[in-house]
């Protein structure tokens, strides 16, 4: 992955609307708050495969980090934080957030080939 490329990022999501696509979405801070900090709270949201087709979306700067926003027929699906991207050999466009230790924050995916559920290497 690399920082993300607004235009780039953009120019897939353009490339992908109208179309029936599957999304992955995950947010955590995972274990590492709980290890670090007995009374900290541990959330997280995790959806894979959804199978959705969006109007439009779009890619906006949060300050330091980037908002990407999917607009369905009845809401919205959006992910905030991210930071790196890349556009693999399948043609995914694979997007994440990392903390300050390279820990993953946030994830979406948006591919139109639904996600493996077992382990993939590629993934």
Known sequence: MESIQPNKVQDKINQLADKTVYVHLET??????SHFD???????AF??????????????STGGAYRVGL????????AEGLSDYE???KGRLLMAGHDREGRLMVA????ETPFSYGADPDE
Do not use: C, F, P
């Open 71 to 78: 607009k369905l027929d009845l809401g919205w699906v959006y």
């Open 47 to 60: 959806i894979r495969n959804a199978e959705v087709s969006y109007q439009h979306g779009k890619i906006v």
């Open 108 to 111: 979406l995916e948006i591919s």
């Open 28 to 33: 955590t801070n995972g274990a590492y708050a």
């Open 38 to 44: 007995e009374n900290a709270y541990n959330v997280g």
């Open 87 to 89: 556009i693999d050999e």
